[in-house]
């Protein structure tokens, strides 16, 4: 194993901003940055043998501070994904949220974490990044300090790890937003990989993208992905869902699990690479890039839209508004803690 550290430029504040590579005995390389606790490049080995960067990205910090609206690679938090009316209620007391869409606040508004600069320890294998939201940061309660941790292991998976603390009762449901295509940076299109998720219900959502509080069982509709298929198999199907998101943008309900068990997998059978993703959390937002519309990424790549897909590991997007869902509270002095794995392997 071996952690290369390199500059990677300045950001507005005229702060230097540098590049992690985490390297393990297969080849396989996470490229991280303390700009945000970002991920920007991830190179895992094809059927062939050859590393292909699997994560769309940008090429230098500014683009990442100032051009990032799809949030490639993004550490997201405090709460990822959509409060509804931009107010959480927390032991009787309103907290107003930036409203940053459709009356609305996504992925805690317009100074979220990915556009910050985050302290850094240096590991054998991994990288930690660490960081305090002061009490009333994104409008919530409570000084939080919460660490990031991106670990490679010697079986080609790559391991987020979150912690935090906070000294006052508040909300917390962070997640990873990269992009994936596992045919790479050549790729345009993802609806050939095929993909399987162990959830036998998704969160329905209204037309502004915000969480009903029901549970809507996947069978017959295009949601159900109990047996594997191609994502770009039934996209285009008239149904509520697919209307509402462009396409796959919804939170999955993940049948009980243990966090060493897969709920996802996904294969792109020209590469050769499967995918696999392990996490705590019970669900998990597939957003298949409906709204990309030709952003430029690194190198002159364009991304387009459905050339990669997210895989968002959360609590339920709303949570706080459905006493159904579990609960995204994190009690003053409870540690908050989860892990998501991404991990990779070849046919």
Same mark, same amino acid.
Request: contains cysteine; negative net charge; proline residues 3%.
């Given at each position: 194993m071996?952690?290369?550290?390199?500059?990677?430029g300045?950001?507005?504040?005229?702060?230097?901003?540098?590049?992690?590579?985490?390297?393990?005995?297969?080849g396989?390389?996470?490229?991280?940055?303390?700009?945000?606790?970002?991920?920007?490049?991830?190179y895992?080995?094809?059927?062939?043998?050859?590393?292909?960067?699997?994560?769309?990205?940008?090429?230098?910090? +500014?683009?990442?501070?100032?051009?990032?609206?799809?949030?490639?690679g993004?550490?997201?938090?405090?709460?990822?994904?959509?409060?509804?009316?931009?107010?959480?209620?927390?032991?009787?007391?309103?907290?107003?949220?930036?409203?940053?869409?459709?009356?609305?606040?996504?992925?805690?508004g317009?100074?979220?974490?990915?556009?910050?600069?985050?302290?850094?320890?240096?590991?054998?294998?991994?990288?930690?990044?660490?960081?305090?939201?002061?009490?009333?940061?994104?409008?919530?309660?409570?000084n939080f300090?919460?660490?990031?941790?991106?670990?490679?292991?010697?079986?080609?998976?790559?391991?987020?790890?979150?912690?935090?603390?906070?000294?006052?009762?508040?909300?917390?449901?962070?997640?990873?937003?990269?992009?994936?295509?596992l045919?790479? +940076?050549?790729?345009?299109?993802?609806?050939?990989?095929?993909?399987?998720?162990?959830?036998?219900?998704?969160?329905?959502?209204?037309?502004?993208?915000?969480?009903?509080?029901?549970?809507?069982?996947?069978?017959?509709t295009?949601?159900?992905?109990r047996?594997?298929?191609?994502?770009?198999?039934d996209?285009?199907?008239?149904?509520?869902?697919?209307k509402?998101?462009?396409?796959?943008?919804h939170?999955?309900?993940?049948?009980?699990?243990?966090a060493?068990?897969?709920?996802?997998?996904?294969?792109?059978?020209?590469s050769?690479?499967?995918?696999?993703?392990?996490?705590?959390?019970?669900?998990? +937002?597939?957003?298949?890039?409906?709204?990309?519309?030709?952003?430029?990424g690194?190198?002159?790549?364009i991304?387009?839209?459905?050339?990669?897909?997210?895989?968002?590991t959360? +609590?339920?997007?709303?949570?706080?508004?459905?006493?159904?869902?579990?609960?995204?509270?994190?009690?003053?002095?409870?540690?908050?803690?989860?892990?998501?794995?991404?991990?990779?392997g070849i046919?």
């Open positions: 071996a952690v290369m550290k390199k500059e990677f300045k950001n507005s504040k005229g702060e230097m901003a540098y590049l992690y590579e985490i390297t393990n005995k297969t396989m390389k996470a490229v991280v940055t303390d700009f945000g606790a970002t991920l920007h490049s991830l895992v080995p094809d059927q062939q043998g050859n590393l292909r960067d699997v994560v769309w990205g940008y090429d230098t910090v +500014q683009e990442y501070e100032i051009d990032n609206g799809p949030f490639f993004a550490t997201v938090g405090r709460i990822a994904n959509r409060v509804g009316g931009a107010v959480v209620t927390i032991n009787g007391v309103d907290y107003p949220m930036d409203v940053n869409e459709r009356g609305n606040c996504l992925h805690s317009n100074n979220c974490y990915h556009v910050r600069m985050w302290d850094t320890e240096i590991f054998e294998n991994s990288v930690k990044f660490s960081i305090l939201s002061p009490d009333g940061d994104q409008g919530l309660p409570g300090k919460v660490s990031v941790t991106y670990l490679v292991t010697e079986e080609n998976g790559l391991r987020i790890i979150y912690d935090g603390v906070s000294d006052k009762d508040t909300l917390v449901s962070m997640t990873n937003h990269s992009y994936f295509n045919d790479g +940076q050549s790729s345009d299109s993802i609806l050939e990989h095929e993909l399987w998720v162990d959830a036998d219900g998704f969160t329905r959502v209204n037309e502004e993208m915000i969480s009903t509080g029901e549970i809507v069982d996947v069978s017959g295009a949601m159900d992905f047996t594997a298929k191609k994502i770009g198999r996209i285009q199907n008239d149904e509520e869902a697919l509402i998101g462009g396409g796959y943008d939170n999955w309900v993940l049948n009980a699990h243990k060493d068990e897969a709920i996802v997998k996904a294969v792109s059978y020209e050769g690479i499967v995918m696999e993703v392990f996490t705590d959390y019970p669900g998990i +937002q597939i957003y298949t890039g409906n709204f990309l519309c030709d952003k430029p690194k190198a002159g790549k991304c387009n839209n459905r050339s990669a897909v997210a895989f968002e959360q +609590q339920f997007p709303d949570a706080m508004h459905h006493e159904n869902f579990p609960s995204a509270m994190v009690k003053a002095g409870e540690r908050f803690h989860t892990e998501t794995e991404y991990r990779f046919l």
